[in-house]
């Protein structure tokens, strides 16, 4: 069993910055491909960005390339969503997500866990 906590969201202006975090624990979480989704009111969980467990494989919804970056710290069992420039159609709650398939899978969202989610507000 893996548990994911998110942290890191919040209000911010249009055109600003957050960085989530989310970290694994459990068992050999540090070995898991990770991502993040996000879903907005009334709409589908959307993917946004995975990486595979080394850090070594990344990829990025188009809609976020660019300007977001994720990545994984040292242990491996935590990985970050660095948001630049955030856009109104940003907001939503996003969540973390761990999977033992490849990162195509993931893409897909079929991952083994995810967490509670963390809320992301841009304002105007």
């Known amino acids: 069993q893996v548990q994911l906590v998110e942290s890191g969201g919040g209000l911010v202006q249009a055109g600003g910055s957050l960085r989530l975090s989310c970290a694994a624990s459990g068992r050999t979480s540090s070995s898991y491909n990770m991502g993040w989704f996000r879903q907005a009111p009334g709409k589908e969980r959307e993917f946004v960005a995975v990486i595979g467990w080394s850090g070594g494989a990344i990829s990025y919804a188009h809609s976020v390339t660019g300007r977001f970056t994720i990545s994984r710290g040292n242990a491996k069992n935590t990985v970050y969503l660095q948001m630049n420039s955030l856009k109104l159609e940003d907001t939503a709650v996003y969540y973390c997500?761990?999977?033992?398939?490849?990162?195509?899978?993931?893409?897909?969202?079929?991952?083994?866990?995810w967490g509670q989610g963390t809320q992301v507000t841009v304002s105007s």
């Open positions: 997500v761990a999977g033992s398939g490849n990162i195509y899978e993931l893409r897909r969202g079929r991952g083994d866990y």
